[in-house]
């Protein structure tokens, strides 16, 4: 029900109560993230071609992504 009214405000609203909703989804979307990761590689493992790190590489050393490069 929050993320409801969350969402809603954030759509709904360009103020202060938007920026707040859409912070806390934001938030909320980043714990659930954080409690489903999974395992935790090295930067070797997840390194792009062309030894590219970026933002996906940092998740994926982190565990919240699954290498697909």
């Known amino acids: 029900m929050n993320r409801l ?4 405000m954030a759509g ?3 103020g ?5 909703a859409r912070a806390n ?4 979307d980043q ?4 409690a489903n990761r999974g395992v ?3 930067m070797k493992e997840c390194i792009k ?3 590219v790190i970026d933002d996906d590489v940092k998740e ?3 565990g919240l992504r699954t290498k697909d490069w």
């Open 5 to 8: 009214v969350n969402e809603y």
């Open 31 to 34: 714990r659930e993230r954080e």
């Open 60 to 62: 994926c050393m982190e």
């Open 40 to 42: 935790r590689r090295t």
């Open 16 to 20: 202060p109560l938007g920026d707040a």
């Open 49 to 51: 071609p062309g030894n």
């Open 25 to 28: 989804l934001k938030a909320q």
């Open 12 to 14: 709904a609203s360009k």
